[in-house]
């Protein structure tokens, strides 16, 4: 790459330069795909899954994928300089110790080291720890207590899809008493911190997930005499090869993926895609128009039985809306959207009414979440779909998510936060887009006051970074520039009405200076979140599509 970026200092060179790049994540299907990767070990998981099958060099390639992942301190985070993350270093340090490596070599004392000084195995999320049950690395009987069957309704839509496939592998452990997977002198044992307890279930707590999983294990015994066990996706075939993945085909005795990927996004990608190409391709939005469920939204990946997803469905109804000008929406995605707006005015991703955990004292972690709260970002995304298939911004539902985003800013410095992408840059992206597109004033204090906190955060390198430590911290906590924030903070700031100040003119530099020769630029650290703080994740084709968008959003403007 030149010093001035493979497009020079024209926008429209790195525009036609980076459509070039979107070639390479097309998938044959027709839609687009960006190879999603985390820093957790989730390999450790799929290697768990396909004991004992799996043959020493997969096992062992696994191992070398997930010590290329070890933080230099010498343990596994959930992000890159992250701090130690006790579920994802006991996976690791079980993935490795599987594949041969000694408890006494040096990485593996050091990651030890970490774990028992982080509390132990006991200390490792709940998650985490009903896996290993499965494999009776950690004592069953000690399983946290969780919602019974008859309240998962009132968990968010990954929560039930994660204790759907849990609670049949556990039955059908309890009910066949099928040995582990393991080798049967594998242990963790020293793991355990001998001066903590195992965490018992919370006494007093109705119901839990011993209780399920022996409803579950007479269910099996004599099916047809006990009430409908969980459903399962009946067909899993068109499912990517994602940890939920994994445990569902387990539990229905498929056989299981020799691959992990930590998410796949697929209709997600295409909108974004079709949104910043220069000419979306008709075969594009074809594609993503089948990818609806069937009187709902976009899933968050392909199977139908998937619930339908906000960000999905606002940016698809987008999309689509850009690509074939001269077709309505999809009806039932537009009614879907509408219908999933909140009380207070906001749009959470799947379900309503969820904004508060069903038992707060229970830490559900990653897709143990236990809330679906309304989100800012979400409801800038909203806002801007519903605008875009022709809702008039004097509509109810549009001034209520208004008021929403004017409410949630109120509490903050000026940014608005996100739960899907890292966090306060991504969230005041698209609050602001979104009350552009509701025909907000941009002189207005509320656009004012964020335009300002945007600017105050830039990098001296022209760009705008964003650590994922912003979640734990509630606040913002600036990182080395990542191509797609800083596309975020530009398009954020355009919405606002500030096309021509030093800073945009500094992001512009940054972004054009920044493209590599293949038209892409690299994305240097994760910028998403999947349930968080479950797993942060690195999608290579944000770093294509964001800055595409902005460049064009920041020339657009000024002309």
Known sequence: MSEAGAGGDSPSTAIYLAAAAL??????????????????????????????????????????????????????????????DTGASVLGYALLKLAGLSATAEPMERLRGHILEAGGIQAADPYTRLILALFQLYPGEHLPALPAQREWRRLPAWARAQLAPLSHLHARHIAAAQ??????????????????????????????????????????????KQDTPPTLPSDTAALAPTPGLLLTRLAMGQPVPDTCLPSVLPNRDTALALLAHPSP??????????????????????????????????????????????????????????????????WAACDTGLGIPLRPDLPFPGPFAAADPACPALTGMALEALTACGVPQDDAAVQRGVEFLVRTQLMRDGSWTSRWGVYSIHGTCFALRGLRAAGFDDHDAVVLRAGEWLRSCQNADGGWGESPASVEAGEFIEAPSHPAQTAWALLGLVAGGDAASESVRRGLDFLLGSQGPDGAWESPSTSLMHVPPAL??????????????????VREARS
């Not at 018992?200 to 099916?223: H, I």
């Not at 689509?320 to 959207?337: C, M, N, T, V, Y």
């Open 281 to 346: 391709p008709p075969k594009a939005a074809a594609w993503l128009r089948t990818r609806t469920l069937p009187g709902a939204g976009w899933p968050r990946q392909f199977a139908a039985e998937l619930h339908s997803h906000t960000e999905e469905t606002a940016l698809a109804l987008q999309a689509l809306r850009r690509a074939q000008p001269d077709e309505d929406p999809p009806a039932g995605a537009l009614a879907w959207l509408r219908q999933l707006q909140g009380r207070d005015g906001g």
């Open 179 to 224: 040995p582990r997977r393991t080798p049967p002198d594998f242990t963790l044992a020293e793991l355990v911190r001998a001066d903590r307890p195992f965490s018992d279930p919370r006494p007093g707590v109705e119901g839990g997930l011993r209780n399920t999983f022996s409803k579950l294990a007479g269910w099996l015994a004599a099916p047809g």
């Open 536 to 553: 942060f994740l690195n999608n290579p084709l944000d770093a294509v599509v964001f800055p595409m968008l902005a460049i064009r959003a």
């Open 23 to 84: 070639v390479r994540f097309e998938s044959p299907g027709g839609g687009w795909a960006g190879s999603i990767g985390a820093h957790a070990p989730i390999e450790a998981l799929a290697a768990l899954c396909r004991l004992p099958r799996i043959d020493s060099g997969a096992l062992d390639q696994a191992a070398q994928a997930v010590l290329g992942r070890l933080e230099p301190r010498g343990f596994f985070a959930l992000f890159p300089g992250g701090p130690v």
